[in-house]
């Protein structure tokens, strides 16, 4: 099982780490302290499971699983020393929810939970687009997306490291993944897991913030009340 770490103590991060060298089958593939981090590293690491603090910077634990909670992988298992949070973390489809300090034998019971959860489900379908290199059709994943800009009679598709042209429209493409793709301007759309924030400039403009990237496309202003209010219920 293929597990990421979010906390913003480096001790609880630290703590946890251990405690999971203790468990069967577990690789820790990350560990990040806020939950703009966790975006960017879900992306990039896939991860099965995130054992999740709730108090956070910026886009806290709640907010984080909140956007999450339509997706089968990853799990969310919420980390905190507080059980006030219990019955809205089970509302937002936690596996489960762990008082600290964690004990192993409770980590153990919990990843059993998880395993159960994601052999129970499918899978997800992975969203493709379709590209070209040199003039040969290739597929690439929704995933590796960061974001599709219309560029005169072509969309590019921006990915860590290189940009591919593809066969369809943007109109064509928020069509087909209308639940995946958000509009930020007439020319450019981003997959809705990688929208983390917004910046606005001095000037007035706004820009978006992504997961994974340092790149931050324009918001146009018709489309900004909806940017805004999907950050506010993530």
Request: hydrophobic content about 45%.
């Amino acid at each position: 099982m293929r597990v990421l770490i979010v906390d913003d103590e480096p001790l609880a991060r630290a703590r946890m780490d251990a405690l999971l060298k203790e468990c069967a089958d577990v690789d820790v593939v990350g560990s990040v302290a806020d939950g703009e981090a966790a975006l960017a590293a879900i992306s990039e690491k896939q991860p099965d499971l995130l054992l999740l603090d709730i108090n956070m910077p910026g886009l806290d634990g709640k907010a984080l699983a909140a956007r999450l909670a339509n997706r089968t992988r990853p799990q969310v298992v919420f980390c905190t020393a507080y059980e006030a949070h219990a019955v809205h973390a089970f509302e937002l489809g936690a596996a489960d929810y762990l008082l600290k300090p964690v004990r192993v034998e409770r980590l153990r019971d919990a990843l059993r939970r998880v395993r159960q959860r994601l052999e129970s489900q499918p899978r997800e379908p992975v969203g493709w687009l379709h590209a070209r290199v040199r003039g040969e059709p290739i597929r690439i994943a929704l995933d590796d997306v960061i974001c599709l800009v219309a560029e005169e009679k072509y969309v590019v598709a921006h990915r860590a490291g290189d940009q591919l042209l593809l066969d369809d429209s943007l109109r064509q493409l928020e069509e087909t993944y209308p639940e995946h793709l958000i509009r930020l301007h007439r020319n450019c759309l981003v997959p809705a897991n990688r929208l983390v924030g917004l910046k606005t400039l001095a000037d007035g403009r706004v820009l978006a913030r992504l997961a994974g990237t340092d790149f931050s496309p324009e918001v146009s202003r018709r489309n900004l009340p909806t940017l805004r209010k999907l950050l506010r219920v993530g």
